[in-house]
T-cell receptor, first 114, second 115 residues
Framework: DAGVIQSPRHEVTEMGQEVTLRCKPI?????LFWYRQTMMRGLELLIY????????DSGMPEDRFSAKMPNASFSTLKIQPSEPRDSAVYFC????????????FGPGTRLLVL | AQSVTQPDIHITVSEGASLELRCNYS??????LFWYVQSPGQGLQLLLK??????LVQGIKGFEAEFKRSQSSFNLRKPSVHWSDAAEYFC?????????????FGTGTRLTIIP
């Protein structure tokens, strides 16, 4: 299995630009999570989906952030407009969606907003 | 609300020595507890998890952890560390949320191995 796939692995952009991060979960997994990791705040859950439906988006920092999961094999996290404080590593994780299911993490996207 | 405390930001251990990483949690019910490891530039990998039953849990790479309800702790141990164990370790507590575990992570402990 290829594991969770994220793209791009690195992104450098200028403040005000739109940023789109992509995630392909493990085939057969029906729950998907987006996390953000920074030195100041550690690892935070932003949003998660179950069967392509957003279940809990209480961690999304503000309206500039949005996430979609149009089908079981693809999700995006969009930041528009981006700001320097959005610089972080963004992880996607997937699981089979039952209690006890292990969350498998992707390699992350390292985002730098100048 | 659930929370996790990892009191040690950085630990240095000699190769071959034993290791214990501390984790304390706060949660109103029986928690689901996890330890993840993150190597530089990589995502997180699950080492072990506790849901119920035996309070001593065995994981991958020779790690184990013990759940102690009276101390609200879930410390990670390894009897003899290898240089490849150098990484960052995260403890997490999960609560059931619409059929999934919603994880709250600690701030991590960075482990350095010296020869």
């Amino acid at each position: 299995d290829a594991g969770v796939i994220q793209s791009p692995r690195h992104e450098v952009t200028e403040m005000g630009q739109e940023v789109t991060l992509r995630c392909k979960p493990i085939s057969g997994h029906n729950s998907l999570f987006w996390y953000r990791q920074t030195m100041m705040r550690g690892l935070e859950l932003l949003i998660y989906f179950n069967n392509n439906v957003p279940i809990d988006d209480s961690g999304m920092p503000e309206d500039r952030f949005s996430a979609k999961m149009p089908n079981a094999s693809f999700s995006t996290l969009k930041i528009q407009p981006s700001e320097p404080r959005d610089s972080a590593v963004y992880f996607c994780a997937s699981t089979i969606g039952t209690l006890g299911g292990t969350q498998y993490f992707g390699p992350g996207t390292r985002l730098l907003v100048l | 609300a659930q929370s996790v405390t990892q009191p040690d930001i950085h630990i240095t251990v000699s190769e071959g020595a034993s290791l214990e990483l501390r984790c304390n949690y706060s949660y109103g019910a029986t928690p689901y507890l996890f330890w993840y490891v993150q190597s530089p530039g990589q995502g997180l990998q699950l080492l072990l998890k506790y849901f119920s039953g035996d309070t001593l849990v065995q994981g991958i790479k020779g790690f184990e952890a013990e759940f102690k309800r009276s101390q609200s702790s879930f410390n990670l141990r390894k009897p003899s560390v290898h240089w490849s164990d150098a990484a960052e370790y995260f403890c997490a507590v999960g609560r059931s949320n619409f059929g999934n575990e919603k994880l709250t992570f600690g701030t991590g402990t960075r482990l350095t191995i010296i020869p």
